[in-house]
């Protein structure tokens, strides 16, 4: 109780696989919310991350604010894909509270992910988050043998991305740096 808590939510396009059923995106906004409904006395932020990162709701108590933000992901909200763990590390660190004199907040990040990291250096901030006293914990999303990613198009679905061969792209649960990122992270 009295924990400051950053989600950091993969809106990668990668997170509309279908290997964990209805897709990787809507079952971790239900596992948000119900996250959410255990809060007590804690203040919540969420970011949003893809190729960039962005703040989607800053440092709250105001629960019902936080549950309407995770009802309106989806992986448009960020045009640039890819995915920039360690930049959402980042800005999940400027969303904290700064320390008041005699008060020290508990503070955690929680990433959810496939974790198919393709833009940055996450475990070196990873490493800066744990050396300001953020533990991170990771929560993957997607399974050990992966599923195709849906290609959507005018919001519907037009079979499945391909890479510059024509193969279907087939995304994958990269559990070993989730679980690295988590260990670095004291998580």
Same mark, same amino acid.
């Given at each position: 109780?009295?924990?400051?808590? &950053?989600?950091a939510v993969d809106v990668s396009n990668s997170m509309l696989a279908e290997d964990i059923r209805p897709n990787r995106?809507?079952?971790?906004? $239900? $596992?948000?919310?119900?996250?959410? %409904? +255990?809060?007590?006395? +804690?203040?919540?932020? *969420?970011?949003?991350?893809?190729?960039? #990162?962005?703040?989607?709701?800053?440092?709250?108590?105001?629960?019902?604010?936080?549950?309407? =933000?995770?009802?309106? =992901?989806?992986?448009?909200?960020?045009?640039?894909? @890819?995915?920039?763990? /360690?930049?959402?590390?980042?800005?999940?660190?400027?969303?904290?509270?700064?320390?008041?004199?005699?008060?020290? &907040?508990?503070?955690?990040?929680?990433?959810?992910? %496939? /974790?198919?990291?393709?833009? +940055? %250096?996450a475990l070196s901030a990873a490493k800066k988050a744990e050396e300001k006293g953020v533990i991170i914990y990771t929560i993957g999303m997607g #399974?050990? %043998?992966? /599923?195709?990613?849906?290609?959507? &198009?005018?919001?519907?679905?037009? /079979?499945?991305?391909?890479?510059?061969?024509?193969?279907? &792209?087939? $995304?994958?649960?990269? #559990?070993?740096?989730?679980?690295?990122?988590?260990? *670095?992270? @004291? @998580?």
């Amino acid at each position: 109780e009295g924990i400051e808590v &950053v989600i950091a939510v993969d809106v990668s396009n990668s997170m509309l696989a279908e290997d964990i059923r209805p897709n990787r995106l809507e079952r971790a906004k $239900s $596992s948000i919310k119900r996250l959410i %409904d +255990d809060l007590t006395q +804690d203040k919540i932020s *969420i970011v949003l991350f893809a190729g960039d #990162s962005f703040l989607q709701l800053p440092m709250t108590t105001d629960y019902s604010a936080a549950k309407l =933000m995770v009802s309106t =992901m989806s992986t448009d909200l960020i045009e640039k894909q @890819g995915t920039a763990i /360690g930049s959402a590390i980042e800005l999940g660190l400027e969303s904290f509270s700064d320390d008041q004199e005699g008060e020290e &907040v508990n503070k955690v990040m929680i990433i959810i992910t %496939d /974790g198919e990291n393709h833009e +940055d %250096d996450a475990l070196s901030a990873a490493k800066k988050a744990e050396e300001k006293g953020v533990i991170i914990y990771t929560i993957g999303m997607g #399974s050990i %043998d992966g /599923g195709p990613i849906p290609n959507i &198009v005018n919001g519907r679905p037009q /079979g499945f991305i391909t890479d510059n061969s024509g193969k279907t &792209v087939v $995304s994958k649960l990269n #559990s070993n740096m989730l679980q690295e990122l988590a260990s *670095i992270g @004291g @998580g």
